[in-house]
């Protein structure tokens, strides 16, 4: 009362007093709406932020909108959030200046901390549409009021998340007169039910009760009767409840029920899941069912047994299933042979399984109906979602874990076309995607796939090394993913078939050589018959030279990216593609662009295509090492001119008389173009003979010098690379780590690494090493004092020799390693190359870490020993 007495005499003085009285204000914020979230307010209408200000009272006035263009009434929004209200008390929201209750449709009280409500705290809400009560301390049977909901006439949307009941009567008593309300979003508890009380909200569809974090939602049994009077629910949220069982009949109530969601709860298991939906049986209604992880995490594999799907194969509008991480390895056969599944399935997701061929793999045509399949992530060893969702402890987990074995599924012919299906696929199947799965192949035999409908296949992200050989059947593919698969060696035969590809990405692969033009000119061919491919994305495949002729056939190519590659100099033709869009050349080694490439730029604009286009085409040429010299000067003045639209970085700049210049603005570049004009570029050929054989002289005697201090000073020089590598620092996680660097080695080091690597290390470095000969602890096994090794450093380092890569432990290190250093973002791995091992023997894995990861080479001569220990002190000193 008080308070309401003070703002009501503020009211009348706030005329007199206008600058005193603004001070009092809460100091909230006027802001738009995002008209998509809130269609409700219509196109006008504001929102007054007052979240996040440790208010102890709910504000009996808000500042007003000075311009009124700007925020035109209503104040639809009010987000009270995050404050420290404890108590809400009557008539919270009446006659408050500059606020019209009636107006306001969303309103936002949560984490405010408030364990009591009043009867009459909502007066006048009577608009309210969307209540966020969420993240407060409403957990006591008596922290409502009597009658609380009543004025809420129109809610429809009530969220009391977080709030921790124990028991929903209370609640369920109050919420009955919500008639409007279509979403509840409210945890479940051990105790809850929803009981008698609900019956009342007859407009419920939704209902969310999933946890966000662990121990939200706890619900190890769901009963019968949990659910026996909300029996209109249409969407029904139950993940990460930590349900161990659903009673035969929970589900039996609900008859429009279109999507259910029971995912993360572990305890469940596919016995489980089978139970739940015996209420389900014949559904006619159930679309979408969520099964992620519904799996003990330490379980081996998995089959997924025809007993687990009786009640799901009954299903009879089911279509799509979401079976994720649930450690899937095999089927058994006969949910295949016949074919099981609901013949209504469209979208089978099994990512972040297990799956491994088997006897099923041979009646995966018979799945007809399915048009989508998700089986990416095929991981053994570890769980690339871990961090999506709150985990389990890593090291429990890893305890189960099992190293990856390769395993080729892919059969192979002899003939061109193979006349049998190697692999069948149903012909409704129109897209896969099969990423990030150690997908282990070579296409090195003909190949025949049996998929007629397929368009979309992604297989990025895998170790499909070659493709060196014709794949058949697959003459509908439009969109072609093979990016990052360390993939070597391509052949004309492998695109042979593939003649409607539409989209083709085969970036961040090694290339490079194998479209070499010296290459037996493989490139003229490669990609003869891609008439309608649109898009070409060939980046970071170590590319030096392409071939004049390798982009003739590609006549409708609109984007084109081979930026991250190594070119010096442009030789490729492009004149046959009529409509080039854009070219992305960035991060190479280009000096400027021929004439023939500018002219062709400049002729795409007279185009039909570019008619009416201010911006048609485009050259990314950002991270080239760009020259201001008389030879670039046609360059330099063909990008200040053309309407070709040039893009740099900010940073990028060419030097010229010692000086950097900029040209990503045309005042930059005209001021270049006067310099060289005016200045370098005149005449001088009598200065030049003279000074270039001066040059020669003098050139010659320098790099005998250079190269001879290089290699004796190569190791300091790459110590000096590495330094200035080294761009992050440590960020206070150096109290965590007992040791400084984990050392795998193979056992033929062992006097190595007992004389030398921990002597100079520990006492000249002072670096404290964990070495399994020295630190492992006794009774413990070896794959335990492994993980303990890897979590408790800082660093990994490894030391490959030709014995480390055909030993197991060592493989099993540096796989552990790497997960370690992929799971926690940290850049641990430092890989030294203990002897010359041809690229050829090292492991495709190993190939992986040499490009992404650090590496040092072991030095042959003695004398760079001393560098070499300095750079690896400084290398686990990193962070
Ligand atoms: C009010 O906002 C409108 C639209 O944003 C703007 O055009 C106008 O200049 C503003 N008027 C004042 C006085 O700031
Ligand atoms: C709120 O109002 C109701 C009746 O309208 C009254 O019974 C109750 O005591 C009031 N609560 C407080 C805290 O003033
Ligand atoms: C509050 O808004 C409602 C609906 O827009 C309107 O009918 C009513 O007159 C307004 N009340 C005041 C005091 O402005
Ligand atoms: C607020 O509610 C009271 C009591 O329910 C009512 O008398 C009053 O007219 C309402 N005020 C507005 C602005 O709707
Ligand atoms: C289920 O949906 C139908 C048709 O929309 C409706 O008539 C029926 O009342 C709904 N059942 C329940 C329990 O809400
Ligand atoms: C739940 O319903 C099923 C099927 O009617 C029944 O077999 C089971 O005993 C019931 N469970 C309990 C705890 O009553
Ligand atoms: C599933 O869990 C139940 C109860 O926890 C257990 O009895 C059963 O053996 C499990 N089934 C499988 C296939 O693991
Ligand atoms: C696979 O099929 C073969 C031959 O049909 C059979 O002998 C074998 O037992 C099957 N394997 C499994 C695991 O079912
Ligand atoms: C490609 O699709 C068409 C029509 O969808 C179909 O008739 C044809 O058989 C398919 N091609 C192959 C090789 O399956
Ligand atoms: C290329 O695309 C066009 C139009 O989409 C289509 O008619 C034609 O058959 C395609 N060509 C090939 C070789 O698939």
Redesign the pocket.
């Known amino acids: 009362m008080v308070i309401r007495l003070i703002s009501s005499l503020a009211v009348l003085c706030s005329c007199f007093w206008t600058s005193s009285w603004t001070a009092a204000m809460p100091d909230c914020k006027i802001s738009h709406l995002d008209d998509k979230s809130f269609v409700e307010c219509g196109k006008k209408g504001y929102a007054m932020l007052c979240d996040h200000l440790s208010l102890k009272q709910v504000p009996q006035a808000y500042p007003k909108p000075v311009n009124k263009t700007e925020f035109t009434p209503p104040l639809c929004l009010l987000d009270l959030g995050y404050n420290d209200f404890n108590r809400l008390e009557n008539k919270s929201f009446v006659d408050v200046v500059n606020l019209n209750s009636t107006e306001i449709l969303w309103l936002y009280l949560h984490f405010s901390n408030l364990s009591y409500i009043a009867s009459d705290a909502f007066e006048n809400l009577t608009q309210l549409l969307y209540l966020n009560l969420s993240g407060n301390n409403l957990h006591l049977s008596d922290s409502f009021g009597q009658g609380v909901f009543n004025p809420l006439v129109n809610l429809q949307f009530i969220n009391l998340k977080k709030n921790h009941f124990e028991t929903f009567e209370k609640i369920g008593s109050e919420l009955s007169v919500l008639k409007a309300l279509t979403v509840l979003e409210i945890n479940l508890c051990e105790a809850c039910v929803f009981g008698a009380d609900f019956r009342m909200l007859t407009k419920l569809v939704k209902l969310g009760l999933a946890g966000r974090s662990e121990n939200d939602c706890y619900k190890p049994v769901v009963r019968n009767e949990t659910f026996l009077y909300v029996t209109g629910v249409q969407e029904l949220f139950l993940s990460s409840c930590s349900i161990n069982t659903i009673e035969r009949n929970a589900f039996s109530y609900f008859t429009n029920l279109t999507l259910l969601d029971i995912s993360y709860n572990q305890g469940l298991n596919f016995t489980g899941m089978n139970e739940a939906l015996f209420g389900l049986r014949n559904s006619s209604t159930l679309k979408t069912l969520n099964v992620n992880r519904i799996n003990p995490i330490y379980e081996a594999g998995i089959t997924l047994e025809l007993s687990h799907i009786e009640n799901l194969k009954t299903l009879r509008s089911l279509t799509y299933l979401h079976m994720d991480l649930n450690k899937i390895e095999v089927f058994d056969e006969n949910i295949l042979n016949p074919y099981q599944l609901p013949s209504t399935l469209r979208d089978f997701t099994l990512s972040g399984n297990r799956l491994t061929y088997g006897n099923y793999t041979r009646f995966i045509q018979n799945a007809n109906g399915i048009k989508s399949l998700d089986i990416s992530r095929q991981h053994l060893n570890f769980d690339p979602f871990k961090h999506e969702h709150y985990g389990v402890e890593m090291s429990a987990y890893l305890r189960n874990l099992r190293l990856y074995r390769n395993s080729s599924i892919l059969a192979t012919m002899n003939n061109d076309c193979p006349l049998l299906c190697d692999i069948s696929l149903p012909s409704s199947l129109e897209k896969i995607k099969w990423r990030k799965s150690f997908l282990n192949v070579e296409i090195k035999t003909p190949i025949r796939i049996c998929a007629s409908g397929l368009k979309y296949l992604d297989v990025s992200f895998n170790l499909i090394t070659n493709l060196n050989e014709i794949v058949c059947g697959l003459?509908?593919l439009t969109y072609l993913d093979i990016s990052e698969n360390y993939c070597s060696e391509i052949q004309p035969a492998f695109f042979k078939k593939l003649?409607?590809l539409?989209f083709l990405n085969i970036s961040e692969n090694m290339l490079g050589q194998s479209l070499h033009p010296d290459n037996s000119q493989r490139g003229d061919k490669l990609f003869k018959?891609q008439?309608?491919l649109t898009v070409l994305d060939l980046s970071s495949n170590k590319i030096t030279h392409l071939s004049k002729d390798i982009f003739k056939p590609l006549t409708?190519l609109r984007h084109l990216n081979l930026s991250d590659n190594m070119i010096e100099e442009w030789n490729s033709s492009l004149e046959n593609i009529l409509c080039l869009h854009d070219i992305n050349l960035s991060g190479n080694k280009l000096y400027g662009l021929p004439e023939s490439l500018t002219n062709y730029l400049n002729s795409l604009l007279d185009k039909d295509c570019c008619k009416n286009k201010s911006t048609c085409v485009e050259v990314n040429l950002s991270s080239n090492p760009i020259e201001c010299t008389c030879k670039t000067l046609p360059f330099l003045k063909w990008m200040r001119y053309s309407r070709v639209v040039v893009l740099f970085l900010p940073n990028d700049v060419c030097r010229l008389n010692g000086e950097n210049y900029r040209f990503d603005s045309n005042e930059n570049l005209e001021h270049l173009i006067s310099i060289l004009v005016n200045d370098k570029c005149r005449d001088r050929s009598w200065v030049i003979w003279t000074v270039s054989i001066a040059c020669v002289a003098v050139t010659f005697i320098v790099s005998v010098g250079i190269s001879f201090f290089v290699y004796r000073n190569r190791w300091k020089l790459r110590y000096i690379y590495y330094s200035r590598n080294r761009r992050y620092r440590h960020e206070g996680f150096e109290r965590l780590f007992e040791n400084d660097a984990f050392v795998s080695y193979a056992k033929n080091s062992a006097s190595f690494i007992k004389n030398q690597m921990v002597p100079v290390l520990e006492k000249q470095h002072q670096l404290h090493l964990w070495v399994a000969d020295r630190n492992s602890l006794p009774g413990t096994s070896i794959a335990e004092n492994i993980i303990h090794g890897i979590y408790n450093s800082r660093k990994s380092v490894l030391l490959i020799n030709r014995e480390y890569l055909n030993d197991n432990w060592c493989d099993y290190e540096m796989n552990m390693a790497h997960i370690e250093s992929v799971e926690t973002k940290r850049n641990l791995l430092i890989v030294v190359l203990m002897e010359e091992i041809p690229m050829q023997k090292l492991p495709i894995c190993l190939l992986k870490f040499l490009r992404n990861e650090r590496s040092i080479e072991y030095p042959e001569d003695d004398r760079d020993m001393s560098a070499f220990w300095l750079n690896l002190a400084h290398e686990i000193n990193s962070s």
């Open positions: 003459d509908n003649t409607s539409n018959g008439q309608n409708n």
